[in-house]
């Protein structure tokens, strides 16, 4: 390809056609810049791709479709596997909860906000040029892959969307594996506060307060909470598919790092919680270093948010749900950043282990007033009732009634004959599929949609015995009734699924997973520390002092800080009473920010404070002991000049840089460019491939012209223009 067109016209094909790009050679600036990309590309330099947006979820072992290249078991239902048909999805997994006093349902409810600061699996869209409308068929024809309902329902099935596949194609696995479909994982794999920042940097930009000039998030313009707390602001293409309370004014989807943000109450209470202790850093950190400029206030806030999340998860969250000692064995100590290590998320994590989740999704939101009793002015809700219905946080008293429910009550229990609520399997609204969808049934399809090998393979990879007969798999589920029903479905052991083959097996002790779980979980969470550049331990990242502080952080702090709530326990996981087990906000331990006072060191006295540009801004960063700026433009501008200036002596030297837009002006040169460069091919190239070229670039070129925005999130069959197909056409040419 490289030969054909530069990168940066790939990088141009690539936004056009929404199919990712790939990174480009080398990771510039690395050395200067202090703060991860926010795509997650160059966190390894030497593999820039690994973590990163938009790049293939990985395989622990390989994919098994049933046409071996992309089709999934089940695809032709009458295939057979071991000698027997695959059973039906919706057969098992449904049932009342009971609960786990030990834990609060706010371990549930992060184990969702932090599964979406790392997974995004994208779907296919309703036709995806087979011309086929999923939301129509019960056949299964690319990109539809219905699930079949019983004969007695009266339905025949439910709509599903393939999940998109990877347009990268991997040639270091060898060639079987690098034509298999893989799936891609939008998200950057990093645990980062993505969630909160997003995952590129049109995205970014638009949830900054750039205008402000003070490194914090942008705010709902419209309503504030009863005190006068902000709350996220609303997506931008508007009327949004939230659900509305009949009266009143419209509150719409609320947009952040996620799009799922909306998805439910305890979700966007989380969000806005991140999205105010941001700004309350962002605040200090610009008191504590008044020359900082606004791009080293935000980037430092980022950061520090992004370590937060770190804490949380690894040390808070982490062993609760793997139990103890799977977390000494899977993952131990921390000994340093590894850059052998691949940090991506493994399909069989996104896929299986981590929806473990959805069985311990409770069926009811509790809302509580001050005194953590039921609130008679915003009772409890049926869960269906609360999905992407953000109106309720605005009208029905702000985040509080929610957060109180989330540490008042207690998470459900995982047991092995009580999967899933029927509230999700009966009554899921998924926003972009009207009809009600069935979670469990959802995550069995997308694990082969996926070709996930099936649960014998896997606990074979994780050195647990395969499972061959009843008594086996009854010891491994610890319910011999359990155990005959699965067997009855699958007829054979190595043709049950990993999703319900993991899901059913005994808990270890002190865990939520059984071990086949604990093992992708607690394999996933190791590399996913040790194999990050910027993990908030690794040398160089933070000072001692700056560790000490944030380790004094704890989720009770971020909602004393960011809430109404003046009285926590201490471990918001943990289930206590109220209020004995409560203590006031003043007794939290909180992170001193002084520990981020930075003094302007001589040079930069000598120098003075680098220029501030128009649509783009500085950081500070040092280079062989000078002290230099590093510019970089905002979304939607190009740098003009030299990105890097040099403090020599007492100026700077080289003028700072210029941002251009690239909306109207950028794209004369890169016209220019592509003119220029058609002629130069066009001079030495056989006839056919003279008229290959000829038309790529000519589609190239009528496209810059024609060139529109288009959020990645918005992109649907409505906003996929016909060039982006000529595009693709282009790309099959080359
Ligand atoms: C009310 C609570 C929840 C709802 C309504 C919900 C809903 C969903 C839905 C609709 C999907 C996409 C299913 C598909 O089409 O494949 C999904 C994916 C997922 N969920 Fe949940 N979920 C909830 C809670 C949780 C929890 C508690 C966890 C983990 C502890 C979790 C982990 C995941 C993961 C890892 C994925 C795959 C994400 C991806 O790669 O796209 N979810 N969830």
Same mark, same amino acid.
């Given at each position: 390809q490289e030969k054909l067109l530069s990168w940066k016209h790939l990088k141009l094909i690539a936004e056009l056609s929404k199919c990712p790009p790939t990174s480009p050679a080398t990771c510039r600036y690395t050395q200067l810049y202090k703060y991860r990309l926010i795509s997650g590309f160059c966190n390894n330099r030497q593999n820039p791709r690994?973590?990163?947006?938009?790049?293939?979820?990985?395989?622990?072992?390989?994919?098994?479709?049933?046409?071996?290249?992309s089709e999934p078991k089940g695809w032709n239902p009458e295939r057979l596997h071991?000698?027997?048909?695959?059973?039906?999805?919706?057969?098992?997994?449904?049932?009342?909860?009971?609960?786990?006093?030990?834990?609060?349902?706010?371990?549930?409810?992060?184990?969702?906000?932090?599964?979406?600061?790392?997974?995004?699996?994208?779907?296919?869209?309703?036709?995806?040029?087979?011309?086929?409308?999923?939301?129509?068929?019960?056949?299964?024809?690319?990109?539809?892959?219905?699930?079949?309902?019983?004969?007695?329902?009266?339905?025949c099935c439910m709509p599903f969307f393939r999940s998109t596949s990877d347009c990268f194609v991997n040639f270091q696995s060898g060639i079987r594996q690098a034509l298999q479909r893989q799936q891609l994982n939008a998200?950057?794999?990093?645990i980062d506060a993505s969630a909160v920042y997003g995952r590129d940097l049109k995205l970014e930009s638009f949830l900054r307060d750039l205008p402000g000039r003070?490194?914090?998030?942008?705010?709902?313009?419209?309503?504030?909470?009863?005190?006068?707390?902000?709350?996220?602001?609303?997506?931008?293409?508007?009327?949004?598919?939230?659900?509305?309370?009949?009266?009143?004014?419209?509150?719409?989807?609320?947009s952040a790092g996620d799009n799922r943000v909306s998805e439910g109450l305890p979700l966007t209470s989380l969000h806005t919680l991140w999205l105010r202790e941001h700004n309350r850093i962002a605040e200090a950190l610009k008191h504590i270093n008044g020359h900082w400029s606004p791009e080293m206030i935000y980037q430092e806030t980022r950061k520090i948010i992004g370590a937060l999340h770190q804490i949380i998860t690894l040390r808070d969250y982490a062993p609760k749900i793997i139990g103890p000692e799977s977390f000494k064995d899977y993952i131990g100590p921390y000994r340093g950043y590894d850059p052998s290590v691949d940090p991506s998320?493994?399909?069989?994590?996104?896929?299986?282990?981590?929806?473990?989740?959805?069985?311990?999704?409770?069926?009811?939101?509790?809302?509580?007033?001050?005194?953590?009793?039921? &609130?008679? =002015?915003?009772?409890?809700?049926? @869960?269906?009732?609360?999905?992407?219905?953000?109106?309720?946080? +605005?009208?029905? !008293? *702000?985040?509080?009634?929610?957060?109180?429910g989330v540490i008042g009550s207690a998470a459900s229990a995982v047991s092995a004959d009580m999967l899933l609520a029927d509230e999700v399997t009966e009554r899921l609204v998924v926003l972009d599929t009207l009809k009600q969808m069935d979670l469990a049934a959802l995550n069995l399809q997308r694990?082969?949609?996926?070709?996930?090998?099936?649960?014998?393979?896997?606990?074979?990879?994780?050195?647990?015995?395969?499972?061959?007969?009843?008594?086996?798999?009854?010891?491994?589920?610890? &319910?011999? =009734?359990?155990?005959?029903?699965? @067997?009855?479905?699958?007829?054979?052991?190595?043709?049950?699924? +990993?999703?319900? !083959? *993991?899901?059913?097996?005994?808990?270890?002790?002190?865990?939520?997973?059984?071990?086949?779980?604990?093992?992708?979980?607690?394999?996933?969470?190791?590399?996913l520390r040790d194999g990050d550049r910027f993990w908030w331990e690794a040398d160089g990242v933070f000072t001692q002092q700056q560790k000490e502080e944030l380790l004094k952080f704890s989720l009770s702090h971020l909602i004393c800080d960011n809430s109404d709530i003046g009285e926590v326990p201490?471990?918001?996981?943990?289930?206590?009473?109220?209020?004995?087990?409560?203590?006031?906000?003043?007794?939290?331990?909180?992170?001193?920010?002084?520990?981020?006072?930075?003094?302007?060191?001589?040079?930069?006295?000598?120098?003075?404070?680098?220029?501030?540009?128009?649509?783009?801004?500085?950081?500070?960063s040092s280079t062989s002991r000078k002290v230099v700026a590093l510019y970089s433009c905002y979304h939607g501008f190009t740098l003009k000049g030299a990105a890097v200036i040099v403090c020599m002596g007492n100026r700077w030297r080289n003028q700072p840089p210029q941002c251009n837009s690239t909306l109207l002006m950028g794209n004369i040169p890169m016209a220019m460019s592509i003119i220029n460069r058609l002629a130069v091919s066009m001079s030495?190239?056989?006839?056919?491939?003279?008229?290959?070229?000829?038309?790529?670039?000519?589609?190239?070129?009528?496209?810059?012209?024609?060139?529109?925005?288009?959020?990645?999130l918005t992109l649907n069959k409505s906003t996929f223009p016909v060039s982006h197909l000529l595009v693709f056409f282009c790309i099959c040419l080359i």
């Amino acid at each position: 390809q490289e030969k054909l067109l530069s990168w940066k016209h790939l990088k141009l094909i690539a936004e056009l056609s929404k199919c990712p790009p790939t990174s480009p050679a080398t990771c510039r600036y690395t050395q200067l810049y202090k703060y991860r990309l926010i795509s997650g590309f160059c966190n390894n330099r030497q593999n820039p791709r690994w973590g990163a947006a938009n790049t293939a979820l990985v395989r622990w072992l390989p994919a098994e479709y049933e046409d071996g290249e992309s089709e999934p078991k089940g695809w032709n239902p009458e295939r057979l596997h071991n000698g027997f048909q695959l059973p039906p999805l919706r057969h098992y997994i449904h049932n009342l909860k009971t609960v786990d006093d030990s834990y609060s349902q706010l371990l549930v409810d992060w184990g969702q906000y932090i599964s979406h600061d790392i997974t995004l699996t994208p779907q296919s869209t309703s036709t995806d040029g087979s011309g086929v409308d999923c939301l129509k068929t019960c056949e299964n024809v690319h990109p539809c892959f219905p699930i079949q309902v019983n004969r007695e329902s009266n339905i025949c099935c439910m709509p599903f969307f393939r999940s998109t596949s990877d347009c990268f194609v991997n040639f270091q696995s060898g060639i079987r594996q690098a034509l298999q479909r893989q799936q891609l994982n939008a998200m950057t794999s990093f645990i980062d506060a993505s969630a909160v920042y997003g995952r590129d940097l049109k995205l970014e930009s638009f949830l900054r307060d750039l205008p402000g000039r003070n490194g914090k998030l942008a705010v709902n313009a419209r309503f504030k909470d009863p005190k006068g707390r902000p709350y996220l602001p609303f997506v931008t293409k508007l009327p949004s598919a939230c659900h509305q309370d009949l009266q009143g004014e419209r509150v719409e989807c609320f947009s952040a790092g996620d799009n799922r943000v909306s998805e439910g109450l305890p979700l966007t209470s989380l969000h806005t919680l991140w999205l105010r202790e941001h700004n309350r850093i962002a605040e200090a950190l610009k008191h504590i270093n008044g020359h900082w400029s606004p791009e080293m206030i935000y980037q430092e806030t980022r950061k520090i948010i992004g370590a937060l999340h770190q804490i949380i998860t690894l040390r808070d969250y982490a062993p609760k749900i793997i139990g103890p000692e799977s977390f000494k064995d899977y993952i131990g100590p921390y000994r340093g950043y590894d850059p052998s290590v691949d940090p991506s998320i493994a399909n069989v994590f996104a896929t299986a282990a981590f929806r473990f989740g959805h069985a311990t999704i409770s069926p009811i939101l509790y809302r509580l007033n001050e005194s953590f009793q039921e &609130d008679e =002015r915003f009772p409890h809700l049926r @869960l269906h009732n609360t999905l992407f219905s953000p109106w309720r946080i +605005v009208k029905e !008293g *702000g985040i509080e009634p929610v957060l109180r429910g989330v540490i008042g009550s207690a998470a459900s229990a995982v047991s092995a004959d009580m999967l899933l609520a029927d509230e999700v399997t009966e009554r899921l609204v998924v926003l972009d599929t009207l009809k009600q969808m069935d979670l469990a049934a959802l995550n069995l399809q997308r694990g082969r949609d996926h070709g996930l090998p099936g649960y014998n393979d896997w606990r074979e990879f994780c050195g647990l015995q395969r499972i061959k007969t009843l008594d086996d798999l009854s010891l491994a589920v610890g &319910d011999c =009734r359990v155990a005959k029903r699965i @067997l009855d479905i699958y007829k054979h052991p190595d043709n049950i699924d +990993v999703y319900p !083959g *993991g899901l059913v097996e005994r808990l270890l002790p002190g865990s939520r997973t059984g071990p086949l779980f604990a093992c992708l979980i607690g394999r996933q969470m190791k590399v996913l520390r040790d194999g990050d550049r910027f993990w908030w331990e690794a040398d160089g990242v933070f000072t001692q002092q700056q560790k000490e502080e944030l380790l004094k952080f704890s989720l009770s702090h971020l909602i004393c800080d960011n809430s109404d709530i003046g009285e926590v326990p201490p471990d918001p996981f943990r289930l206590g009473n109220y209020p004995s087990h409560y203590v006031s906000c003043d007794q939290i331990p909180s992170m001193n920010l002084v520990a981020w006072k930075e003094e302007m060191g001589e040079d930069l006295k000598r120098c003075g404070l680098p220029k501030q540009i128009n649509n783009g801004d500085y950081i500070l960063s040092s280079t062989s002991r000078k002290v230099v700026a590093l510019y970089s433009c905002y979304h939607g501008f190009t740098l003009k000049g030299a990105a890097v200036i040099v403090c020599m002596g007492n100026r700077w030297r080289n003028q700072p840089p210029q941002c251009n837009s690239t909306l109207l002006m950028g794209n004369i040169p890169m016209a220019m460019s592509i003119i220029n460069r058609l002629a130069v091919s066009m001079s030495h190239c056989e006839p056919c491939t003279c008229v290959k070229l000829t038309s790529c670039y000519l589609l190239i070129f009528i496209r810059l012209c024609f060139r529109r925005t288009v959020s990645p999130l918005t992109l649907n069959k409505s906003t996929f223009p016909v060039s982006h197909l000529l595009v693709f056409f282009c790309i099959c040419l080359i």
